[in-house]
């Protein structure tokens, strides 16, 4: 998959968590408002984890051999950057995790983290000036 291609699918996730997010914000505050939509509410969170697992795979398999320019200096800078990159996933997937009436308690922040995540991606290491269509060529 050339680097374009691999742009295009991290962000068409992006928007698919996105839409999940907001979908399972809007059953979170239903639910502690009492309404009974809990079975609701735990099929969305159901399919943000899937979405969220889906794009973390693909980010694993990638965002380190794109970033990579073989430099030593280049090189430690990326690892530590995709260390920083895995402990904030770490810390998205504890915000998911428990019974559902605790992460609807913790899901307004976990909406406003994650986007800002995934924004923080889109002007870093997924801008098309960082991610250019030589960004997979073998060295």
Known sequence: MDAAKIRRSLLEQ????????SGCSVLAHRLLDGEPVQDDLDAALGQLRADFVEHNLLEAAVVRPMLHDGAARGALL???MFEEHVAEHSAFW???AGPTLDVAGRM?????????HMAAEERT????????PGALTPR
Not at 14 to 21: G, M, P, Y
């Open 78 to 80: 990326v690892d530590r």
């Open 125 to 132: 290491f997924l801008s098309p000036q960082v991610l250019h």
């Open 108 to 116: 307004d922040d976990l909406v406003d983290e994650l986007d800002a």
């Open 94 to 96: 504890a915000a998911l």
């Open 14 to 21: 992006h928007d698919r968590i996105r839409a999940h997010l």
